[in-house]
């Protein structure tokens, strides 16, 4: 009878602490919106302010934006848009039950499946940032004569920021383009995870286009933001949406820098100066561990460094800067080989995401400064974008933004690896051009 209760009462707390998860996010709305002219596109950053609110993605031509609402605030919101007149709809009424599913699915993934080894990862579930961290170790012991692991410094809070090498030649062909990579800047971006780990995936374990393994050096970074990323995965999925670094510098209310804001390129001018903003610039040009990494890292193959690509979630765009609307001096070729990646991905794509839209981040959503990528361009690589992944769809018809569909997992890292070498062979030609090797 005791034990009986027992099991009764364990198996009530087990409900329990299932049904615990992403409680701040009970009842908060996903709403597409669009915006017919510049008036309206001002009235939304003023709503979002003003509400607080996180946008999703910004609208763009003849591209609806995405806002998540709590259920406190959906009353206002939807009172304010249908007073200025700007559409809009609900796309998820409760995220909650979305988040719900995606925890559900990628823990049963992972409980079915052996852990990391030199054989490679399955591509259906996320890897945590300890799992990533373990892998690029063991990647470089197995495979010695490619792979090198670097540890590039440390996080805020102290997490070693290691990245791969890989190289036929040991970094020491100089005829030789360096590709950078690098993805999760952005800790709630999780699907992006795929497109490093895939790429890892193709230059060293199963080698399908010999010349992407030979022709070029590569430089990956999986995980840019480890802190932001690891509490992404924190206390019952409350911060499920963290975008930020965890800087403790500017006071315990609210923390984090928006380390995409906080390179050393237009800085401060597209970016918000408020430290509870999601895009909070910091203290000035690289105050944060992460960016001074990455800094490094290129300055370090500045000389080579041919195509640098950070990849972001979510909306199919492939974006260039300058994020001020100003444009680079081979726009027009930038332009094209931007196109040439996106078709390259929109031929293999799932039918129920959009076309990969291209062009300049200010003139296509908004004004954006201090970027990763726009820094690189400003110490003179020639080409460098900002992919935007595609939002997730579990079922056609549903956009679920930061959500992780498992079923998607290898299509994002297959599709975007479509685009990348279609980018690196343009490079590796532009590459030959310039330095006098054709
Ligand atoms: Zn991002």
């Known amino acids: 009878m005791r034990a009986t209760m027992h099991r009764a009462l364990v198996f009530v707390l087990l409900l329990g602490v299932a049904y615990a998860k992403f409680e701040n996010y009970e009842g908060t709305s996903v709403y597409e919106f669009s915006v017919k002219n510049g008036a309206e596109a001002k009235l939304m ?8 609110l996180d946008i999703w993605a910004h609208p763009g031509p003849s591209r609806p934006g995405t806002v998540l609402v709590p259920k406190q605030l959906k009353g206002e919101f939807e009172y304010k848009l249908k007073f200025a007149g700007i559409q809009h709809k609900v796309q998820v009424d409760n995220i909650k039950e979305y988040m719900e599913l995606e925890d559900k699915l990628l823990t049963s993934a992972k409980s079915q499946r052996a852990n990391v080894t030199a054989a490679g990862l399955s591509f259906d ?24 692991v670097v540890n590039g410094g440390s996080s805020v809070e102290r997490r070693p920021m290691k990245y791969l090498k890989i190289s036929t030649t040991n970094f020491q062909d100089k005829s030789k383009p360096v590709i950078y990579m690098q993805s999760l800047l952005h800790a709630r971006e999780w699907i992006t995870q795929a497109a490093s780990l895939y790429a890892i995936h193709r230059l060293v374990i199963d080698v399908t286009e010999r010349d992407m393994r030979n022709d070029f050096d590569w430089i990956i970074v999986p995980v840019a933001n480890p802190d932001g990323f690891v509490h992404t995965h924190g206390i019952s999925g409350t911060f499920r949406y963290w975008r930020k670094n965890r800087s403790t510098d500017y006071g315990l209310l609210c923390m984090g820098v928006d380390l995409n804001r906080n390179f050393d390129v237009i800085f401060g001018t597209g970016s918000s100066d408020n430290v509870c903003s999601d895009t909070f610039h910091g203290a000035g040009p690289f ?3 992460e960016t001074q990494v990455i800094r490094d890292i290129i300055a370090e193959h500045k000389d080579r460094m041919e195509l640098f690509l950070d990849i972001h979630s979510f909306g199919s765009w492939i974006l260039y800067g300058y994020g001020n609307g100003t444009l680079p001096a081979n726009a027009l070729y930038t332009h094209l080989i931007g196109v040439q990646m996106a078709q390259a991905i929109d031929a ?12 300049n981040t200010a003139l296509m959503l908004y004004e954006a400064s201090g970027s990763a990528a726009d820094y690189a361009i400003s110490v003179g690589v020639p080409f460098s974008y900002t992919y935007e992944l595609p939002g997730l769809r579990f079922d056609p018809g549903t956009l679920f933004g930061f959500l992780v569909d498992p079923a998607f997992i290898e299509q994002a890292g297959f599709e975007t690896w479509e685009g990348i070498k279609v980018g690196a062979r343009y490079a590796r030609n532009s590459y030959r051009a310039r330095k006098g090797l054709l």
């Open 287 to 289: 105050s944060e561990p």
């Open 348 to 359: 293999v794509k799932k039918s129920y995401n959009p076309d990969y839209v291209v062009g």
């Open 45 to 52: 950053q003023q709503l979002e302010k003003e509400l607080d």
């Open 125 to 148: 579930r996320v890897y945590t940032w300890e799992d990533i961290d373990q892998y690029l170790e063991v990647l470089a012991e197995a495979y010695p004569d490619t792979v090198t």
